[in-house]
């Protein structure tokens, strides 16, 4: 498996994944190709489905259990974990790694209520040491 932290997640991988971070025991090509083409309203081959599944595998994100016509995909990684390192990531190349800066940048974008402060601050007490 190849590591994460070399890759982000495409729009339509995102989606994808999205998708199967609902499904953590896993869920069949059958059940994703429906669920984008009925549900979704996707135009996608199946073919175009399973080059983004393949691209998910090789980059980490996915791995597959079963035989080749009841193949699972099964999230390599958790939604939380996933969200834990785009966050690292957001932080190191956009606010040179400093939890304050983005703080800051994000607080003077009036995006930021009371509730969501005390949470935050909430949050830090609990989790610094």
Sequence with gaps: MIS???????????LIMDYLWDFPEGTSFREIYKHFTEVKGRDWKRQTLYT??????????????GSRRRTTYIPAISR?????FHAKEILEDAYDNSLVK?????????NITKEDADAIIAILNDTVK
Excluded: H, P
């Design 4 to 14: 994460i932290s070399t890759y982000n997640l495409t729009a339509t991988t995102k």
């Design 80 to 84: 939380d974990a996933y969200r834990e």
């Design 52 to 65: 983004y599944l393949t691209i998910l595998m090789e980059q980490g994100f996915l791995r597959t259990e």
């Design 102 to 110: 983005f703080v800051t940048a994000y607080a003077k974008s009036d």
